[in-house]
């Protein structure tokens, strides 16, 4: 058992480093792009040289800002949350909401990254190439929905487990077992 525990944690600490290396690697598309949008307004305003595909760079650069950072702010629970109703709840209902909303969060990210996997690879099969300037191959634009949908998986997964772990052992189990045990006595 001890040595489930340390691969557990052993794992978990790896996964916590990956989703900080692609959050940082986030950041570093947005400083590129931020820095060629720069560079292509001054090329066609004060050179006459518009640089054509800084668009298109800017454009699949979002789509990877999106994708890499999406579990790691799921993570520092930096998503939006509708809370008018959730924080009305007692501690027990709102650890039993986190509980369902994470397990439905991981089912939907599962499906979305089995067929999100299955359409990259048609795209790899078939060889399609966007109809752009740069020509690229579609497959390496579409890889990171999948890529990031599989790590969005594994951390409401985790967080599923965490919550799960919250009901058992924050006594809101025992706490309904024994008001249900007064109930009975009345």
């Known amino acids: 058992m001890e040595f489930v525990k340390k691969l557990v944690t052993k794992t978990n600490i790896f996964f916590d480093r990956l989703l900080d290396f692609m959050a940082i690697l986030a950041g570093v598309i947005l400083s590129f792009i931020t820095l060629i949008v720069c560079v292509a307004i001054f090329s066609r305003y004060f050179l006459n040289r518009p640089i054509g595909w800084v668009a298109e760079i800017g454009e699949y650069s979002l789509l990877y800002i999106t994708f890499l950072a999406v579990a790691w702010v799921l993570r520092g629970k930096g998503h939006v949350k509708v809370d008018i109703l959730f924080n009305r709840l007692n501690p027990r209902n709102r650890c039993v909401t986190d509980?369902?909303?994470?397990?439905?969060?991981?089912?939907?990210?599962?499906?979305?990254?089995?067929?999100g996997a299955k359409v990259t690879r048609h795209l790899y099969s078939i060889g399609y190439y966007t109809p752009t300037i740069l020509e690229l191959p579609k497959f390496i634009i579409a890889a990171i929905i999948p890529v990031g949908?599989?790590?969005?998986?594994?951390?409401?997964?985790?967080?599923?487990?965490?919550?799960?772990?919250?009901?058992?052992?924050?006594?809101?189990?025992?706490?309904?077992?024994?008001?249900?045990k007064v109930e009975d006595v009345r």
Not at 104 to 111: D, E, H, N, P, T
Not at 149 to 169: G, P, Q, S, V
Not at 170 to 178: K, L, T, W
């Open 99 to 115: 509980l369902a909303t994470s397990i439905g969060a991981a089912l939907v990210c599962l499906i979305i990254t089995f067929f």
């Open 149 to 180: 949908f599989f790590m969005l998986f594994i951390e409401a997964t985790r967080n599923a487990f965490n919550h799960l772990k919250d009901l058992r052992t924050s006594g809101y189990m025992r706490e309904e077992a024994e008001s249900l």
